[in-house]
């Protein structure tokens, strides 16, 4: 491993235990469990990590978590730091820095992060065709994308003055009437609207990548977890996670081509021994 994926591989160990401790239900997804089954741990060249929590757990989790994790490691969420784009959360390690070039002007926790999703009903018929799910969870984050350019406010570039300051001109409403914090209220809410439970398939809405058919899952899939080494920790996947990777990546032991042997996180700057508070200045 290299230092980034230790740094990482230490959260998702914290992460873990605390749900071992609470009795919280979670499991790998995405890359992250595309690794632990193919390379018993991280892909090679990939950069983050993934978990996905049933809704249930997931909100139990967020509001442990928000009172536990407020020290050097820190639960991030639009609730506990208010300039933080998504309505899924991650956990930080505020001593490290790690700055995603999209949100580098965003007046946010920088540090080292894994990405917890939270994974809700899409459909309770097991008969709907895949496109409608897939059309119905873009139109759930319609409120999301109309409220994603506030998280750009930032204090003007000297380089892009004029740029900047009629962006900040047009997001004012947004500030003054808190449609940010509102817009993704409303998308949660929309998130939630059919519980597990109930549904037969389920989906991250949080990634986008529904074209391709990645992240929308038969809910039976979610019934049962096993134990499986990722590195030198055990976690829990899928038991049918055969199923769950080719749904998601078709031949997912076939290697793909060295161009695409490459991370997808592009940072303007990480420093694993400084926070990202001295970083920045």
Wanted: charge should be positive; glycine fraction near 4%; hydrophobic fraction near 35%.
């Amino acid at each position: 491993m290299n230092e980034l994926q230790q740094k990482e591989l230490d959260l998702l160990k914290e992460f873990t235990e605390f749900c071992k401790l609470h009795n919280l239900t979670y499991f790998l997804i995405g890359g992250t469990l595309l690794g632990a089954i193919r390379h018993s741990g991280f892909i090679p060249w990939d950069d983050d990590i993934d978990v996905g929590m049933p809704r249930p757990d997931y909100d139990m989790f967020c509001e442990l978590a928000e009172k536990h994790f407020i020290g050097d490691t820190f639960f991030q969420s639009y609730r506990s730091d208010k300039h933080y784009p998504y309505v899924f959360s991650k956990l930080r390690n505020s001593n490290t820095t790690f700055i995603e070039k999209i949100y580098k002007h965003v007046p946010m926790n920088h540090g080292v992060y894994i990405d917890i999703f939270p994974i809700d009903g899409i459909s309770k018929n097991a008969n709907e065709k895949k496109k409608k799910m897939d059309r119905r969870v873009m139109i759930k984050a319609i409120p999301f994308f109309i409220s994603w350019p506030v998280n750009l406010m930032r204090k003007p570039r000297l380089k892009f003055f004029l740029t900047d300051i009629l962006i900040d001109i047009l997001l004012c409403p947004f500030l003054l009437f808190n449609i940010n914090n509102w817009s993704k209220r409303l998308y949660e809410k929309s998130m939630k609207k059919i519980k597990i439970s109930e549904s037969t398939y389920v989906a991250n809405m949080q990634c986008g990548d529904y074209r391709n058919k990645k992240n929308i899952y038969p809910t039976y899939l979610l019934d049962e977890y096993v134990d499986w080494q990722f590195e030198d920790l055990i976690c829990k996947v899928p038991k049918n996670y055969d199923e769950f990777l080719t749904l998601s990546y078709g031949d997912y032991m076939k290697l793909p081509p060295l161009s695409e042997q490459v991370g997808h996180h592009y940072n303007s700057g990480y420093d694993m021994h400084k926070s990202y508070r001295d970083y920045k200045k």
